[in-house]
């Protein structure tokens, strides 16, 4: 494993972008001694959250940045992506396996970066809303409700 430290990583407000963020967390995964499928999952969790920023978070903010923190920490790397956008409340996000649901041809994001990585988080404030994903390092992996 390298040790601990911080990336910051800022980019244009548009999925043009998406392929060098999943390959940087994916990066940062090998870094942090992540295998490959845990690698994966984390750089689809990031690509997942940032794609959420644009769409969602920016909807009235086109092209706007989104910033990325990835943290390698001792039993964990822990990816923070912010937006500028006002926030949301992920209870009022329509269930996905609800049957009224399942033809939608989106909705599945928030679904899938939990089934990605141990724990998921949101924070909301003045500057915006910033998702924060942890990949736990080693041991038993428990995923937390998020």
Not at 24 to 40: I, K
Not at 128 to 141: A, P, Q, V
Request: no cysteine; aromatic share 2%; hydrophobic share 40%.
């Amino acid at each position: 494993m390298a040790p601990p430290g911080v990336l910051l990583v800022e980019i244009p407000g548009d999925v043009a972008w998406l392929d060098l963020v999943q390959g940087v967390a994916e990066e940062v995964g090998r870094q942090a001694g992540l295998d490959e499928d845990q690698r994966l999952d984390l750089g689809l969790a990031v690509r997942e959250g940032t794609i959420n920023a644009i769409e969602h978070g920016h909807r009235d903010l086109p092209g706007e940045p989104v910033r990325l923190t990835f943290r390698l920490e001792t039993a964990r790397v822990r990816v923070e992506i912010a937006d500028r956008g006002p926030g949301f409340d992920p209870a009022r996000v329509p269930d996905p396996t609800d049957p009224e649901n399942l033809l939608r041809p989106s909705g599945r994001g928030l679904l899938l970066i939990r089934s990605l990585v141990d724990t998921v988080d949101w924070r909301t404030g003045p500057d915006g809303t910033t998702l924060i994903l942890e990949k736990l390092l080693g041991g038993e992996e428990a995923k937390e409700p998020g």
